[in-house]
T-cell receptor
């Protein structure tokens, strides 16, 4: 079981509210990711970070923003939530070196299911 | 960039039968191929992975094969059980700049009927 946590697990909120989805990992991984998962199952990368103070936009355009001030923490923020933001949000982390050997394995958190009314 | 195609999108089998999910990738530089299982209400969990210097890897009822020439890899589950029912994702890793990037297939919903 990976040591990566997401809160809240479920969130129902009204249009126009500002929200922050939390993601934390205790594995010391330098890389972290946010994926949006639609009902059709597909995983869409929306943000990633290769280290502190480094953030990049992913393959799918998103109105959300992220920050990486601490290695273990990678929060995602929506300034003004809309119904189109309703989705499952998954956080993941990885490191290229683990125990002296190369690895690309990404470890996922349990996800946050966001519903915007 | 990398493109990963996954088939089928849905698969239904009887308990005890085998299930096979196939993926193809486009970037010949890809060298790491993990498979994830996602159960309802949970995040994807790594179940098996293979690197490009290996053709096959097995872990109990799960096996993965890799054909680098044809650029395809497959997940094989034998003696399927109802608890194998889940969404399965394949992925391929390639080097983009100084870092490695993982590209996922679109997923396969596996249903094992008791």
């Amino acid at each position: 079981e990976a040591d990566i946590y997401q809160t809240p697990r479920y969130l129902v909120i009204g249009t126009g509210k500002k929200i922050t989805l939390e993601c934390s990992q205790t594995m010391g991984h330098d890389k972290m990711y946010w994926y949006q998962q639609d009902p059709g199952m597909e995983l869409h990368l929306i943000h990633y970070s290769y280290g502190v103070n480094s953030t990049e936009k992913g393959d799918l355009s998103s109105e959300s923003t992220v920050s990486r001030i601490r290695t273990e923490h990678f929060p995602l923020t929506l300034e003004s939530a809309r119904p189109s933001h309703t989705s499952q949000y998954l956080c993941a982390s990885s490191t290229n070196h683990w125990g002296g050997r190369f690895t690309d394995t990404q470890y996922f958190g349990p996800g946050t299911r966001l519903t915007v009314l | 960039g990398e493109n990963v195609e996954q088939h089928p999108s849905t698969l239904s089998v009887q308990e005890g039968d085998s299930a096979v999910i196939k993926c193809t990738y486009s970037d010949s530089a890809s060298n790491y191929f993990p498979w994830y299982k996602q159960e309802l209400g949970k995040g994807p969990q790594l179940i098996i992975d293979i690197r490009s210097n290996v053709g096959e890897k097995k872990d109990q009822r799960i096996a993965v094969t890799l054909n680098k020439t044809a650029k395809h890899f497959s997940l094989h589950i034998t003696e399927t059980q109802p608890e194998d029912s889940a969404v399965y994702f394949c992925a391929a890793s390639f080097k983009g700049g100084s870092n490695y990037k993982l590209t996922f297939g679109k997923g396969t919903l596996l249903t094992v009927n008791p």
